[in-house]
Nanobody, 126 residues
């Protein structure tokens, strides 16, 4: 059974940093695009960042560009999101996801991601 488990969330003051991790088990995702999405209370799920299976292609939402960095370690089957200069508007539940299509053109659309983690809460205080 495929499982994605996020960790690293928490409470941080504005301007602070957090590093989220997403550990995959049950199968390897080293040939798949992986991404981070977030959902704040009362809002729709929002794309944050995605990374191709090679790690050589990354894409970010405008709202996090220059502050967040997505990376992956395929030897550990783990995805990361380094978040710097956090703002109160970054407060949300952050979920990692994997595109089940191997070696496919990278995507940012949530409908293309077939495996999702439960999420980790990030709260940024002002």
């Amino acid at each position: 059974q495929v499982q994605l488990v996020e960790s690293g969330g928490g409470l941080v003051q504005a301007g602070g940093s957090l590093r989220l991790s997403c550990a995959a088990s049950g199968r390897t995702f080293r040939s798949n695009t992986m991404g981070w999405f977030r959902q704040a209370p009362g809002k729709e799920r929002e794309f944050v960042a995605a990374i191709a299976w090679t790690g050589g292609w990354t894409y970010y939402a405008d709202s996090v560009k220059g502050r967040f960095t997505i990376s992956r370690d395929n030897t550990k089957n783990t995805l990361y999101l380094q978040m710097n200069s956090l703002k109160p508007e970054d407060t949300a539940v952050y979920c990692c996801a994997a595109d089940p299509r191997s070696y496919h053109i990278p995507t940012m659309s949530p409908v293309d991601f077939g495996s999702w983690g439960q999420g980790t809460q990030v709260t940024v205080s002002s």
